[in-house]
């Protein structure tokens, strides 16, 4: 389509020209841990630092239920912490003088009243660099400085900790930052840090934050109602998550941004990855799990679903180390029903009020970045992804979304990068459309792909596609039948990705146009392009039958064509799922229409119709790359060049249209009328007659009568 690549490429040099950068987390610069690190191990010693609270009823009743023995040890434990133990966990933090000790906390709520004050002095006024999201973006040496500007529990330079809830469930021990604090707790350059059986919320950013740190687990542990993330490990090496909930969030429960990009430069084959995260369950969040530069990541047998979307990796924000994003292997995880949509809380003006007066305990989430709702895995801008042996199933709009993002999104400006991303996504042996019962759960389509990238594919038969047949996987990594390497994404689908991408949760800018903010029907910029197409391909297409075509019965059957294939267009444009044979069909009946027509106007424009053949053969290309095959090897695909030449068709004709000349074309009859449409013309008398008949022969043959 003609105005789907011109506003395609407007769109792309305005983004290019005026978009402020991407906003997600940011942190001050920090590098990638040097893997020298290892997995803490947990120690089962008694701890060698007590917090408990002073209401020992309180105390008691909490503990009231526990097995005995849990219960007697809680008892011994709180007799011991009454006379040497802390109240608040960041006194036991700060007592900590040695590598290796263990912190227990006791049952109870602790909201450490003495970290929540606004910063006063030299911390009211810290001179620091603002984020898009409002908070200073501190240095290292600033957190040390003023550790409580920013976080409820600052664990800042200290090494093998390990902190421990002693109750029950994770629900024993609360610690609770009251909207009040951007993290919970932060543990920043502490290696091989261990949190354990408590639960950590209420912030206005995120729970639980492990920063450069090279070691950590985070084990049966409980995050929840947060602006942002609720566990959220940056510039990190040998992590393991394990047994983790997290809901309630307005970005993603789990996000392991920068992990250490330890397998970068490599194929399929990965020694070994920076983080594992295993056993987890995250819900009614915007999105399950998130990685920026989420690299090297291993995620298996975790259950990701009521959200918005089940997880995503990405290369979208700037400022973080690793991008673009490669190496997750997600496998053997339960990925259903996120079907949430959380952006009315953002239309109607919920989350423009404080954090404590959104209703995030009663369910209220503000989601924070674009995203489609009703997905199961998103790659936006990821190379050699694995995502193999899943149950993807209950989706209202797709089980996987994969995208390219050109590098100027992260700032990087050589041409050379622009394509960087994605390639090399293996999608083989996950479970599409079927509950682990094996019930049918259909996806609303099983993958939508905007067709760039090299090496990706999918296993064979997904229920439903776009584009509609795929590059399918073959049976070794690596192996794709079928392959394509498109630098640029097909041009509506970039529109489409351009138009729902200007989201902004603080200004309360949901795109119009966008289908995941709620757009239908003609409000779609599907919709509004495939609108003006046909009134531009209407006018134009009409003007010359009527000058050139209308007593040509190819030109005019051809014609109709035309017109039923750009109302099926526009009918297919209204669909939210924008099912491949629509679209399909319609371009095989333009198709159609643009070859007859430059059939039928050899005879009178022969230089137009072959631009029109060549539009013909353009579109029927198009639609055979759309519904039968991808064309492989092919840098662009042929919507794209089939916009260029109907851009120049269009010209031509309403030049054409427009300039006087001959009669309308008509197919010639006997003597060069192949559709016999012309009446034939008298026969030549015999030659005798013609001379007796033409009063002025002699004189035109110069003899006498």
Not at 33 to 43: L, Q
Not at 228 to 257: M, R, V, W
Request: aromatic fraction near 8%; charged fraction near 20%.
């Amino acid at each position: 389509m003609p105005a789907a690549l011109l506003a395609a490429l407007l769109a792309l040099l305005s983004l290019l020209a005026a978009a402020p950068p991407a906003a997600a987390h940011e942190e001050r610069p920090v590098t990638l841990p040097d893997g020298t690190g290892s997995v803490p191990e947990y120690r089962s010693a008694e701890p060698d630092l007590l917090v408990c609270k002073t209401d020992r009823p309180d105390f008691e009743r909490r503990i009231s239920a526990f097995p005995e023995d849990l219960k007697q040890r809680n008892l011994a434990l709180y007799a011991l912490c009454e006379k040497t133990g802390y109240r608040h966990l960041q006194d036991a933090v700060d007592a900590v003088d040695r590598a290796g000790m263990n912190i227990a906390i006791l049952p109870g709520l602790y909201e450490e009243e003495p970290s929540l004050p606004k910063p006063t002095g030299e911390c009211a006024r810290l001179k620091a660099p603002n984020s898009a999201l409002g908070y200073q973006i501190l240095s290292y040496e600033q957190q040390e400085q003023c550790r409580h500007n920013q976080n409820l529990v600052a664990i800042l330079g200290k090494t093998n900790l390990q902190i421990e809830g002693t109750g029950a469930s994770r629900l024993d021990v609360v610690i609770d930052a009251k909207y009040q604090k951007l993290n919970a707790i932060r543990a920043d350059k502490s290696n091989g840090i261990y949190f354990r059986n408590f639960t950590a919320q209420r912030t206005t950013f995120n729970s639980l934050y492990v920063l450069a740190g090279d070691g950590f687990v985070i084990d049966d542990v409980l995050t929840r109602w947060n602006d942002e993330y609720g566990f959220l490990t940056f510039a990190s090496d040998h992590g393991l998550y394990k047994n983790c909930e997290s809901y309630g969030n307005g970005d993603s429960g789990i996000y392991p941004g920068s992990a250490s990009n330890i397998n970068d430069g490599r194929g399929y084959d990965a020694p070994r990855y920076s983080i594992e995260i295993t056993g987890c369950r995250s819900h009614h969040n915007m999105v399950g799990y998130s990685g920026t530069a989420g690299d090297s990541v291993w995620v298996h047998d975790n259950e990701f679903d009521q959200n918005m979307g089940g997880a995503s990796m990405d290369s979208a924000f700037p400022g973080h180390p690793g991008l673009p994003q490669n190496h997750a292997k997600f496998e053997r995880n339960l990925i259903h029903d996120n079907n949430a949509d959380y952006y009315p809380n953002v239309a109607d003006g919920t989350c423009a009020k404080p954090p404590i007066e959104r209703g995030y305990e009663q369910g209220v989430v503000c989601p924070q970045i674009s995203m489609p709702p009703g997905t199961g895995i998103i790659t936006a801008g990821g190379n050699w992804n694995l995502y193999e042996d899943n149950w993807v199933y209950g989706h209202q709009r797709a089980g996987f979304f994969l995208s390219a993002v050109p590098a100027f999104i992260r700032g990087e400006e050589a041409w050379s990068k622009q394509a960087d991303t994605s390639h090399h996504n293996r999608y083989a042996g996950n479970i599409l459309g079927r509950d682990k019962a094996g019930a049918s759960r259909p996806n609303g389509m099983d993958v939508w792909w905007d067709g760039q990238g090299r090496g990706n594919c999918w296993q064979s038969g997904p229920d439903g596609s776009t584009p509609g047949t795929l590059p399918v996987c073959g049976d070794r990594r690596g192996a794709v039948s079928g392959g394509s390497a498109r630098l640029v994404g097909e041009p509506v689908k970039l529109v489409q990705l351009l138009v729902c991408a200007d989201y902004n949760v603080q200004a309360r800018k949901l795109p119009a146009g966008c289908d995941w903010y709620g757009a239908r029907g003609l409000e779609r910029v599907e919709t509004q392009i495939a609108l003006a197409v046909a009134g531009v391909l209407l006018l134009v297409g009409g003007v010359l039958w009527w000058r050139r075509l209308r007593h040509s019965r190819l030109g005019t059957a051809a014609s109709l064509l035309g017109l039923a294939g750009l109302v099926l267009d526009v009918a297919g444009s209204t669909m939210t799922l924008n099912p491949t044979f629509v679209p399909a069909l319609a371009l095989l009946l333009l198709g159609l229409w643009w070859t007859g027509a430059g059939v039928a106007l050899r005879p009178d424009r022969p230089w137009l119709a072959r631009l029109t053949l060549l539009l013909g053969a353009l579109t029927l290309l198009d639609a055979f790359d759309k519904a039968v095959l991808m064309v492989p090897w092919i840098p662009l695909s042929p919507a794209w060049i089939r916009g260029v030449v109907a851009v120049l068709w269009i010209l031509w004709a309403v030049v054409a249209s427009a300039r006087p000349g001959a009669a309308p074309a008509r197919p010639a009859g006997p003597g060069g009328d192949p559709d016999g449409d012309r009446a034939p013309a008298p026969a030549d008398p015999p030659p005798a007659l013609s001379a007796a008949a033409t009063p002025n022969a002699a004189d035109t043959t110069g003899g006498t009568p």
